[in-house]
């Protein structure tokens, strides 16, 4: 029995608000039942410095927790004067996943950096981060198309994402916090639209898991990934 | 005229939303028209290290603005790897704030942290952060009542807070970005509900102001702080 | 009775020594009693990277306190990695009160960077800066009008702090330290040779003040700066 | 075909060298082809701060690459002043490798370090490092046995890892530096004595990867890991 | 001939004047020629965490140019957030030459901070802050004799520097900034009362030098530190 | 006796490894008895800001510790996010002595940097990285001259290093650690082929020293150096 009742193959309420601030091209409030990330894509028109003259753009990511968005208050980053290697590690990940899907060449010589700040966190903040980001990111990138900036969209795929896990020895669907915080393994899963991989990071925390156990985490992470696309399909249809 | 068309000593909407996110001790999301700020309040059980073994406790704040909260991107503090002065001057002012209206040996030994975070920026943001905090603060502080932690509530006042400024040579109340960003002079005034004052810090921006325009700034900041203080007494009577 | 002896609206005797050190092109020592501010104008012909272009100069102003300015050690900036925000706001406040009274188009595309560091702190040592960092600022500027850099001097006014506060229930002048660290209010007034106000910054340590100490305050302040500009305009007619 | 002329199955040639440097408990150098990794493992007998009072040890990681290890000189992360993402990301990996076969309690209050130096690169750095980190952690805690601080040896499992990837159509092992720069999915492999995974990360860096792709990559990476496991065991049956 | 007119072996003017800020238990301002640095001895009770519980007690020194004490502005320290390697080597030359004379033990569980910031740079600041820093640290020192903290003086011997160095072909004492830019060895010389030789290190920034180039130099440099010392002896018989 | 049982005068067993890793154009694993460093030439063609346009070239260094390269782990400064004083002073020591014996004009627009890293430290590390330092720069620059890139060899002159010292009351050559701990005098002595100085840096660590000790470690340092210079040109002609 999952914590949140929930059946082992069963997301979380899933809502994906779009508009959500006034400022950015994209702006994207997603909820994954009580994780809230919010997805800001700003369009910049110019290149770092490694890629002058090289005709192309680029698609970036930053991630950062709000302070108390966690159960106790982490120290904020700002103030630290460094971001952690968990922050590094995340926001690396959701900017390959949201690449992975863009045409860089043909998005021109500009920057689309999504920040992924969590306002409430309740696990798989990562995930829902990637999910959202995207809609966000298409908002953005239409913007351009819709103004005449770009003839043709670069985005020539959709990616979602979810994590999986074995707890209490049983392989389940987008782990809550309770359940992360006592898997015995962990992954996160990173998919397009066409059903295939984009990233697979899977972790032991307890045990080494299985081919026959990582397998079913596949086909889990599958199914979710497929309703997840479904949700900013809906929401982009708005 | 104003570009809002609001009368010269007009406040914009003011809403305070109670329990916005769900882990924080206080949390309080405050609009002042455009201007959105969360507001999460926590305690602490821990002392920093100057204040061990002196039997009291303390009140400080730290503010950020979510990389998107405003018109153009701006870099994310914890990348640039230091806050700015800017930001250390705001957080400043909050805490000193907060504390003019708690008395710190009958909070006790621990620590209320108020995090003010900027979710959409449209002027205005350092007053708005003050106005929210306090009542973040309070439920903060009214939840270690309730649970028996204190007996006596150590909050001895109410404090919210204001912008002015002189805008096309006419005195206003509440600036928003667009008058802010053109003001001639800009001024923060915070006061309590007995009608003091807490901090008055005034600047030109353009012209030097004389004593006569600051009397009238003053008097258009004690009327928005005194609706101002309505609207958080409405707040936390729900 | 003031710990010092003197009358509410007495200020410290003052001193400004010109030519202080030899290679700026203004230096001025400013002793406000035991305070005491070396203040060094530097003129620089390169523009930071957000003004190029724009046929404009700038005026800046650093702040620091030597370690051992203070009653007890400080730590060194240098050595901790960072400027602390009070040192972030003050230079701050330096550097707009000095732009105030200068034509920045008329400067020129130059920039002006006046380094106010305390050699000794008895309070007051961001007003002793601004009243200084004047008198630096209006020698480095005036050698580029007599070397025929600059036809028209592009300061078009005179600045000059002063601190005022409540110490034991009465409004007094110019703070000295056992006052400032027990004063129930202290605020920070600079005014330019017109009377009139380009920066207030007042807050209340202990009780709330009243709207008739506000007034008191800014009457002794408008006072002090009186003086203290004839201080200046006799230090510069030597 | 491969650049090196391997067959897809075939690993790099496989050094492992014990006690390279005189001063550390465990010392490895471990060489994967041309790619050379120095590995220390050091044993402190203080805990951080988190976990002290909790009877147990902990094992950590740190990474790091020699400036000119690469074909172009990098940047000293020392004289940046910060580890980068990747840095910290393959830091944090080796880390939970090593944990997920040594039992903490059992280890005691102590923390082994375990420094991974990359003298020369050519693909596949956090792999070797892996593989060589579980000797030279072998030979660390080793000693604490041989010398009777440990009754029992807390490691209950052997830990190496090898990457994988998709070259030109193709699924091969153990990727060298011009396979890894352009193949088309790169995945690192962590696994187990018993055959059982610890670690999966495999991302797309062209084209999304298919289940089928997944599958055929998972086989090759336990057949490379079995062959490391043998060198292990060679190495420290010397 | 020399820039300034002076003889091989002629010093600069040298004025050491004592007590002169008020806060410091030992306080230099110390003049050769144009180079003047404040030298500010601290006395501390605290011991910095290694040498806890060691009984015995620390002298350590801190080392700064004021941003404008040089012919062109430099950028501070505090402000590019790290201290230089010239700083950081100069004051770890200061901090070593002043615990030469000192018996560590005997100064009891204390840390001497000797705090040299130049306010004026025309060549041979460190010399000239390890001459200024002795006769401060006297001061604070013999202040904790006079009030019978200490009962017996823990300094052991007199400490002076100068700088020597061959300019124009032939060898010089106590170069100034012309000369030390267009030297071709430039020689710092520390030693003792007892005319022996607390640290030597000469550099050749032109041509290597020869053997007997050496003697000479260190014959200058015995001579300069002998008068060096008489000056301390003179300031501290006041 | 010295703890090695060397005699006073007797260098360490020395061997110089030429083309030790594979990317830089000069490569050289120096050991001097168990002190192994290795040092990597690279060249590049960009020079540093305040070089450009000066129709030269730089030589630089920087030198750094493997964590456990000691007795005892020292943290990793790049984890700690600076380089400790010490490391600074020693890197500008290196590149000051490998500048002595280049013409920069000769070398042409481009910067060799010589990285320096601590594999195994016994003391000395600093003079034997000069040593190798010289032997991988030779290696880096005569790529140049042998691939056309250079008419003639900007080098003019050969550079050793050696330390010497005085260990109970014993002058001896090439210190260990256990020499080196317990020094009263420690003295690095750099000099080029022609029997010249470029570089002496002694100091007292336990009583100061006498000329005549300083002349009979100059007498040492000048015999260990001719030593090296043979090892280095043996090297060479391999």
Same mark, same amino acid.
């Given at each position: 029995m999952?914590p949140?009742?929930?059946e082992?193959?069963?997301?979380?309420?899933v809502?994906?608000e779009r508009h959500?601030?006034m400022?950015?091209?994209?702006?994207?409030?997603i909820?994954?039942?009580?994780?809230?990330?919010?997805c800001?894509?700003s369009i910049?028109? *110019?290149?770092?410095?490694w890629?002058r003259?090289? #005709? +192309? /753009?680029?698609? =970036?990511a &930053?991630?950062?927790m709000l302070p108390r968005s966690?159960n106790? *208050?982490m120290?904020?980053?700002?103030a630290?004067? #460094? +971001? /952690?290697?968990? =922050?590094? &590690?995340?926001q690396r990940?959701?900017?390959r996943?949201?690449?992975?899907?863009?045409?860089?060449?043909?998005?021109?010589?500009?920057?689309?950096?999504?920040?992924?700040?969590?306002i409430?966190?309740d696990?798989g903040?990562?995930t829902?981060?990637?999910?959202?980001?995207?809609?966000?990111m298409?908002?953005a990138?239409?913007?351009?198309?819709?103004?005449g900036?770009?003839?043709?969209n670069?985005i020539h795929?959709?990616?979602?994402?979810?994590?999986?896990?074995?707890?209490k020895?049983q392989?389940?669907?987008?782990?809550?916090?309770?359940?992360?915080?006592n898997?015995?393994?962990?992954?996160?899963?990173?998919?397009?639209?066409?059903?295939?991989?984009?990233e697979?990071?899977g972790?032991a925390?307890g045990?080494?898991?299985?081919r026959?156990?990582?397998?079913?985490?596949l086909d889990?992470g599958?199914?979710?990934i497929?309703q997840?696309?479904?949700h900013q399909n809906?929401a982009?249809?708005?």
């Amino acid at each position: 029995m999952r914590p949140s009742a929930r059946e082992a193959n069963e997301l979380r309420p899933v809502t994906i608000e779009r508009h959500y601030t006034m400022h950015a091209e994209g702006s994207v409030l997603i909820s994954c039942g009580n994780t809230k990330v919010l997805c800001n894509a700003s369009i910049e028109d *110019r290149l770092p410095g490694w890629l002058r003259g090289s #005709k +192309q /753009g680029w698609v =970036t990511a &930053e991630y950062g927790m709000l302070p108390r968005s966690t159960n106790s *208050r982490m120290g904020r980053e700002a103030a630290r004067g #460094k +971001q /952690g290697g968990r =922050t590094l &590690e995340i926001q690396r990940l959701i900017a390959r996943s949201l690449r992975a899907v863009v045409d860089l060449k043909a998005l021109g010589e500009r920057v689309i950096t999504v920040d992924c700040d969590v306002i409430q966190a309740d696990g798989g903040t990562r995930t829902a981060s990637i999910t959202g980001a995207y809609v966000a990111m298409y908002d953005a990138i239409d913007s351009l198309v819709k103004d005449g900036t770009l003839k043709h969209n670069p985005i020539h795929g959709q990616v979602a994402a979810v994590s999986v896990g074995i707890f209490k020895n049983q392989a389940v669907l987008d782990l809550d916090y309770p359940e992360d915080s006592n898997a015995e393994t962990d992954m996160n899963i990173v998919m397009n639209d066409g059903g295939h991989f984009i990233e697979v990071q899977g972790t032991a925390e307890g045990h080494a898991f299985r081919r026959d156990e990582l397998n079913e985490l596949l086909d889990l992470g599958e199914s979710g990934i497929r309703q997840l696309i479904d949700h900013q399909n809906q929401a982009l249809a708005k």
